[in-house]
């Protein structure tokens, strides 16, 4: 089992600077590869970044693509979204997911085995 608890989030103003921690907790602390989702009111769940330690991958959609930058601390079994120039449009819930099942990149949140209930984003003008 494994349990992710994600942190971090708030309101902030555009142009401006977060970032999501997510502690994992459990017999599967040490998932080898992580990934932030979002989902905004009436969309589906988005897959925006993800990290795999061992084979040194990382995967960032084209909407965060420059702007966020993943990193996860093993020895902590935490992994981080650092968000910078935020936008209105990044507005969401962030989820963070562990333990992919499914190939390279990750793509629907129900690719990995486990994710937490979220933080909450808002940015404004």
């Not at 988005?46 to 084979?55: G, Y």
């Not at 935490?78 to 990149?105: F, G, H, S």
Request: glycine share 10%; aromatic share 10%; proline share 4%.
């Amino acid at each position: 089992q494994l349990l992710l608890v994600e942190s971090g989030g708030g309101s902030v103003q555009v142009g401006g600077s977060l970032r999501l921690s997510c502690l994992a907790s459990g017999t599967a602390a040490q998932s080898d590869c992580m990934g932030w989702f979002r989902r905004s009111p009436g969309q589906d769940h988005e897959a925006i970044a993800a990290i795999c330690t061992r084979d040194i991958l990382t995967y960032y959609s084209d909407s965060v693509l420059g702007r966020f930058t993943i990193s996860k601390d093993s020895a902590k079994s935490t992994v981080y979204l650092q968000m910078i120039n935020l936008k209105p449009e990044d507005t969401a819930m962030y989820y963070c997911a562990a333990d992919l099942r499914a190939p390279w990149p990750p793509v629907r949140l129900s690719d990995f085995g486990y994710w937490g209930r979220g933080t909450q984003v808002t940015v404004f003008s």
